[in-house]
Every structure is written in C-alpha cells, then in structure tokens.
C-alpha cells in the first residue's frame, strides 16, 4: 500500500495538474510546487465586480466561515488579480492561514502576496508575520505533512528566512533574517555554514545592533571546536580572532565580560598543551626542546601555576645537564679551534647533502719530470734593416739630423 501511495504521488508530481480528492467537506488537492493540502469549500458563483466579491467574502469571514471566505478571496485574486481589491484579498488569504494553524501555508501565501504587490500597502506586516512564522520554525514548530506534524526542521526554518531575504532584501527584518539563518545552521551542527552565515551579517549590516552578536557568534563556535578536545589549533586561533575583534568593533556590547573570559580559556588551554609538549620532549630524551616549551609557558603566561611548574621542571634539568647542553642555538661558549672545525664539518655537511655531490675533488697530478717549459718566443725582425748599435758611454748623444735642419 506504501509503495502504491508513493507511486501514485510521484506520478501526480510530474503530471503537474492540480489532483482533487473528494472529501466530507473539502477536497484534497495537490498543486505542482506546493504539494498537498485541502482545497477551501466552494464560495458560490463570482460577484459582477472585484468590490462585490470582496464584500462577500468579507461577509463570510464576519460569519465565522473561514473555509468560505478562503474561496472567496481565492475568486477574487484569480478573477481580478490586477484591482486594489486583490491585494486586501491576498493578504486576508494569508490571515485566514495562519488564524487557521497552517504556518507554513500561511508563509507561503505572505510571500505571493509580497511577490505581487512590492508597493502594497501590507508588505511590511506580511514581512515581519514571516519572520514570526519562521522564527516559530526556528524554535521548534514542528511541520505538518497531510495535516500530521512531523519533527522540527530547522532546514526548512532556514530556507524560510532566505526567502525573506529574497524578497525583502531592504527591510529592517533583513539582518535579523540573516542572522537566524546562522542560528539554524548552528543547530544542525553545521559550522562552516553557520560561521559564513554570521559573517554575512557582518559584512553587509555593520551598523545593525545584530552585528555585535554575530562577531560574537563567530568566536563562540571555534571556542566550542577548540574546547571539544580535538587539539584542533586553528580553531583556537580563530575564535581568538574573532573575539579580539568583536572586543574591538563591539566595545560597548553586554557580551565583552564574557567574551573576555573565553579568551582567558583559550590562553589556559594552549599554555597546558605547551606544558604536556615539553614534557614530551623531556620524557623522549631531548631536554633543550623541553626547556624550549616550558620557557615559552612561562613568557605567555608568567603568573599561572602551569609557569611555575615549566620553572621547576627547568632547574631539574639544569641541575642533570648543565647550562651548556641546554643552551641553544650557536651562543654556546666555544673555543676558536671547536668554532673553526664545527664551521669546517657544517660546510662538508652541506655540500654534501647537495644532489650533483660527486665526493671531494681530486688533487692537482704533480708534473711530468721530463717535461720542459716551451722556449720564449723570438721577436720578428726586418731582414734589411741592421740593428742598431750600441751607444757609446764616452759619446754625447746626437740627434738625428733631420731633426737637426740638415739638408
């Protein structure tokens, strides 16, 4: 029977043709985009005029006949969608819903008539009834399917406050939509989306008091994370971000006490952390990486008892290794000969460690015994020319004759 009814309704789904079911004193009928529900009684013929109907369907209101004047209101927008007096009916469609305990119709019918008339003269009450309708869903109104209520859904509370933003982008239930989005994902244990939620709120509602409680948000989800105990540090990195800066955008907030008091957390569990990791290193045998981490407890967090245990387990090791051993870096005292030779073993290390090292050179091979240096080059003379001869010490220098004016 199961399987019948899921087949039934799938096919009826893709026919897209409304589907009526008699009923006592209704009909059930399903409408291609909005499912199942129970069609209102017929109201009778249409009036002549948009106003005449509408009188009617008022009439029937006053006379305590909800389904009637459903039709009624129904008949008017179908008939006249364009006159003043389907925009009283659409919204008064929209009361009779909700009145009636149908949140979700209701919400719907809010958005038609948002979606019709931007200019009416209700489109700021049907948007803060859906907000009040989707804020219900966020607070754990549970949905109905065939008229039976199912569990929560606090999906679909976040698609209803989309839906607001979609179509009230600019009203002042835009950034506590935007919020509440957050809020629901939150609940679903949706972080990533909750976290991108609130921002969103921050960035494109900064003046909005609202903004102040997303910031906050922010940081309070990665404290969460950060104290799940799943070591994660990038999440006590973030919500320490995100707690300075709602600190600082946000000084006058009611939440700075307590957003104060989680930083302080924070800074607890990374300095205990630090602690167990110098332990660590002490216990594997590697004192000067312990001194490390308990001297970097002690700098972040100097008055803490975690401080005052790195301080103790420090002159323990002290007092086994000595200064020198736990010193670290190349400030160690050296003598000159200890400097040179670890600078020598360091350079044969790193050359070494290259991928083209081929082992040390070879030496230069010593010369041939029998080889002899070429014989230096003589100087090219012209064969006509006699060289010149040597001067004679007892002679005074004379000059060439041309020089001297002769013929």
Not at 77 to 88: G, K, L
Not at 231 to 246: I, P, T, V
Not at 308 to 326: E, F, N, V, Y
């Given at each position: 029977?199961?399987?019948?009814?899921?087949?039934?309704?799938?096919?009826?789904?893709?026919?897209?043709?409304?589907?009526?079911?008699?009923?006592?004193?209704?009909?059930?009928?399903?409408?291609?985009?909005?499912?199942?529900?129970?069609?209102?009684?017929?109201?009778?013929?249409?009036e002549a005029t948009a106003a005449e109907?509408?009188?009617?369907?008022?009439?029937?209101?006053?006379?305590?006949?909800?389904?009637?004047?459903?039709?009624?209101?129904?008949?008017?927008?179908?008939?006249?969608?364009?006159?003043?007096?389907?925009?009283?009916?659409?919204?008064?469609?929209?009361?009779?819903?909700?009145?009636?305990?149908?949140?979700?119709?209701?919400?719907?019918?809010?958005?038609?008539?948002?979606?019709?008339?931007?200019?009416?003269?209700?489109?700021?009450?049907?948007?803060?009834?859906?907000?009040?309708?989707?804020?219900?869903?966020?607070?754990?109104?549970?949905?109905?399917?065939?008229?039976?209520?199912?569990?929560?859904?606090?999906?679909?509370?976040?698609?209803?406050?989309?839906?607001?933003?979609?179509?009230?982008?600019?009203?002042?239930?835009?950034?506590?939509?935007?919020?509440?989005?957050?809020?629901?994902?939150?609940?679903?244990?949706?972080?990533?989306?909750?976290?991108?939620?609130?921002?969103?709120?921050?960035?494109?509602?900064?003046?909005?008091?609202?903004?102040?409680?997303?910031?906050?948000?922010?940081?309070?989800?990665?404290?969460?994370?950060?104290?799940?105990?799943?070591?994660?540090?990038?999440?006590?990195h973030r919500a320490r971000e995100a707690?300075?800066?709602?600190?600082?955008?946000?000084?006058?907030?009611?939440?700075?006490?307590?957003?104060?008091?989680?930083?302080?957390?924070?800074?607890?569990?990374?300095?205990?952390?630090?602690?167990?990791?110098?332990?660590?290193?002490?216990?594997?045998?590697?004192?000067?990486?312990?001194?490390?981490?308990?001297?970097?407890?002690?700098?972040?967090?100097?008055?803490?008892?975690?401080?005052?245990?790195?301080?103790?387990?420090?002159?323990?090791?002290?007092?086994?290794?000595?200064?020198?051993?736990?010193?670290?870096?190349?400030?160690?005292?050296?003598?000159?000969?200890?400097?040179?030779?670890?600078r020598k073993m360091r350079a044969l290390?790193?050359?070494?460690?290259?991928?083209?090292?081929?082992?040390?050179?070879?030496?230069?091979?010593?010369?041939?015994?029998?080889?002899?240096?070429?014989?230096?080059?003589?100087?090219?003379?012209?064969?006509?020319?006699?060289?010149?001869?040597?001067?004679?010490?007892?002679?005074?220098?004379?000059?060439?004759?041309?020089?001297?004016?002769?013929?």
């Amino acid at each position: 029977m199961r399987k019948f009814v899921a087949i039934f309704s799938l096919v009826v789904a893709t026919s897209g043709a409304p589907l009526l079911i008699p009923q006592a004193d209704a009909a059930i009928v399903y409408r291609s985009g909005e499912g199942w529900s129970a069609e209102d009684e017929d109201s009778g013929n249409a009036e002549a005029t948009a106003a005449e109907q509408l009188r009617k369907a008022e009439r029937l209101e006053a006379e305590n006949q909800p389904k009637k004047a459903l039709g009624a209101y129904r008949t008017l927008v179908r008939n006249w969608p364009q006159s003043i007096a389907a925009q009283h009916a659409q919204i008064k469609i929209a009361d009779l819903y909700q009145s009636l305990g149908h949140s979700e119709r209701a919400f719907k019918e809010y958005g038609v008539y948002l979606e019709k008339y931007p200019k009416g003269a209700e489109f700021e009450r049907a948007v803060e009834t859906q907000f009040q309708l989707a804020t219900s869903f966020l607070e754990g109104e549970r949905r109905k399917v065939l008229g039976v209520k199912t569990l929560p859904s606090m999906q679909r509370a976040a698609e209803m406050f989309a839906d607001i933003l979609k179509r009230a982008p600019y009203s002042k239930w835009a950034a506590l939509s935007q919020f509440n989005i957050g809020r629901a994902m939150e609940k679903q244990d949706k972080w990533p989306e909750a976290v991108a939620a609130y921002q969103m709120v921050v960035d494109k509602y900064p003046a909005d008091e609202i903004a102040a409680d997303a910031q906050y948000q922010i940081g309070y989800i990665y404290y969460t994370l950060a104290k799940s105990g799943s070591n994660d540090f990038s999440a006590r990195h973030r919500a320490r971000e995100a707690y300075e800066d709602f600190i600082m955008r946000f000084p006058d907030s009611e939440k700075v006490a307590q957003a104060q008091e989680n930083l302080k957390q924070l800074g607890d569990v990374d300095t205990r952390k630090t602690l167990d990791i110098g332990r660590y290193y002490q216990k594997t045998g590697n004192p000067k990486a312990a001194v490390i981490y308990f001297e970097e407890v002690i700098n972040s967090d100097p008055g803490s008892d975690e401080a005052k245990t790195a301080q103790k387990l420090i002159d323990q090791l002290r007092s086994i290794h000595g200064d020198d051993a736990l010193r670290s870096g190349p400030e160690r005292a050296e003598t000159g000969s200890k400097a040179k030779e670890r600078r020598k073993m360091r350079a044969l290390v790193e050359t070494s460690s290259r991928p083209d090292f081929n082992g040390p050179p070879a030496p230069p091979a010593p010369p041939e015994p029998d080889e002899v240096a070429p014989a230096r080059p003589e100087f090219r003379t012209f064969p006509d020319v006699e060289p010149p001869l040597p001067a004679d010490n007892n002679q005074p220098p004379v000059e060439d004759g041309l020089l001297l004016g002769e013929p």
